[in-house]
């Protein structure tokens, strides 16, 4: 890992409140396909949730199919 590769993050509040989340950071990219992961934080009463969505977006066809992971963690 070179410092190209290092990025400042900036959390930004939703509109609700209770979640924030950060720039979509883009994990892998070819002619066909792009994977893009957004990594946002929920407000628990025991701190803060960390939860991932995973976007992929097949190029030929601009469809964007996502999920998300929650890994039961506090930040």
Known sequence: MDGEDV???T???AMSGNV?????VVIHQSSKMKITVVPFYIDRSTGKELSVKILTKKKDTHLW???????NRRV
């Open 20 to 24: 924030s989340y950060t720039q979509p």
């Open 65 to 71: 199919i996502g999920f998300c992971l929650k890994k």
């Open 11 to 13: 959390i930004k509040d």
């Open 7 to 9: 990025q400042i993050v």
